[in-house]
């Protein structure tokens, strides 16, 4: 794939020279004072907004940025408006120099846009998961594509963990009670456990997946990772998890999966039926990183048979996740739409990130290296 990646990106290069367009002109960083059109793409807070001076990631407070950009002569345009051939976004998709999305309200970077985008340089993620964007047109067409590693990793991991608890407690039952004006102890405590002695094993042990097992440590669980890459022997040692490197042999193992890796070629609909009949009957399964690891309907099918007895996820495919979704209407789910890695502290920490790439960008200077998901052509490693 990365010879691929460098195939096209050479050939795109090439088309650039002899039309003196195309990737020199999409280069990152044009000459300092240069106006630029930048468009961020957000949900909408309405009444919200005003409720929080640190609710920057929505379209009305738009990152807390919009007077150092005009200020400095730049063009700023928000909206939440992204799908369809009429929408806003697409309006600007002609002449903006920047994008700027989150994965809570993504806007769905096509190849398609890609090529209508003839000044487009810089796709900035606030947050982190940038597979709303067609990688390989991007890196095809010389784009650079960022996101502010790190920024949301600790609020993803606490919701992660908040979760496993409410699908071993067997809390969403209990609540709707409440709610509905019932009493009934036996309809939650028939499938209510403790965590303890249980195995959990996270695929993808990464910023979030290392957070998550940390804070797993003291409830005396038995702690999995599968990931690519094995953990120095002393971090292993200090979160105290096992390493399996074969996935098919940690799967039928736990009691709890956890999904923390990203959403790339390989891991798109990773979890078919034939992973799932792999699962110990009654799994539970938290799924924050992407919906489209797993397909879908399998996993509508191991609810309703009881296979999976639990699943909780903030992330769907597409988002916002249309009324009809199937996930909405299965058995022993406790789905929220996508807030983990929006908490106020992760918008204050991703929107300081965004900006401090716009500086550099800016200034023509490079951003910090695990920022980079596409540079030059080229895919950062876990996406190729
Ligand atoms: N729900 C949210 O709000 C939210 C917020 C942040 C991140 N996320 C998602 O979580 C993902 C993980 O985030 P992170 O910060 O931990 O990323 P990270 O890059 O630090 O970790 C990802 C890990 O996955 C592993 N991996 C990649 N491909 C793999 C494969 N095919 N098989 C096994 N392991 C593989 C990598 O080696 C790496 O250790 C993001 O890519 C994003 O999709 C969701």
Redesign the pocket.
Known sequence: MRIMATRRFTGAAIRACSFSSGYFARRLHASSGESKKIVGVFYKANDYATKNPNFLGCVENALGIRNWLETQGHQYIVTDDKEGPDCELEKHIPDLHVLIST?FHPAYVTAERIKKAKNLQLLLTA???S?HIDLQAAAAAGLTVAEVTGS??VS?AEDELMRILILMRNFVPGYNQVINGEWNVAGIAYRAYDLEGKTIGT???????KLLLQRLKPFGCNLLY????QMEPELEQEIGANYVENLNEMLPKCDVVVV?????E??RGMFNKEMISKLKKGVLIVN???AAIMDRQAVVEAMESGHIGGYSG??WDPQPAPKDHPWRYMPNQAMTP?I???TIDAQLRYAAGTKDMLEKYFKGEDFPAQNYIVKDGVLAP?YM
């Open positions: 994965p947050g982190i998961g597979d949301n990793v993803v695929v993808g042990a990464g910023r979030i997946g599968h990931d690519r890459l923390n890796m990203p959403l790339t390989k891991t924050n990183a992407r903030d992330v996508h983990s890695g929006t876990q």
